[in-house]
């Protein structure tokens, strides 16, 4: 079993950056791959990224590349997301999540945390 707490959400202009935090617990936490979405209103769920269990891959999605970046520190448990160049079509709600998988669909993931909500005002 993985839990998964994010953190780090709020509201913040165009422009400005957010570093959005996964804490993990759970005994097989370091051997999953983790992986952050992101769902606005009314829209599905999209992939944003994915790091390595190893974090020696990282990949963004083509929509934030540029501007948004995957860590994770094995040692502390934690994953990060790093905003920068926030769009207001960034708002959504923020998911981490962790899987055996190396894919962008949300589906083969088997653990999620409850979100954080990020806001990008104009």
């Known amino acids: 079993q993985v839990q998964l707490v994010e953190s780090g959400g709020g509201l913040v202009q165009a422009g400005g950056s957010l ?3 996964c804490v993990a617990s ?3 936490y370091s051997r999953h791959n983790m992986a952050w979405f992101r769902q606005a209103p009314g829209k599905e769920r999209e992939f944003v990224g ?3 269990a190893s974090g020696g891959a990282a990949t963004v999605a083509d929509s934030v590349k540029g501007r948004f970046t995957i860590s994770r520190h094995n040692a502390k448990n934690i994953i990060f997301l790093q905003m920068d160049s926030l769009d207001p079509e960034d708002t959504a709600v923020y998911y981490c999540a962790a899987g055996m998988t ?3 669909r949300s589906s083969a993931y088997d653990y999620w ?3 954080t ?3 990008v005002s104009s």
């Open 26 to 28: 759970g005994r097989t």
């Open 50 to 52: 994915f790091i390595s």
């Open 113 to 115: 945390g409850q979100g």
């Open 19 to 21: 570093r959005l935090s």
């Open 102 to 104: 190396w894919t962008l």
């Open 117 to 119: 909500q990020v806001t």
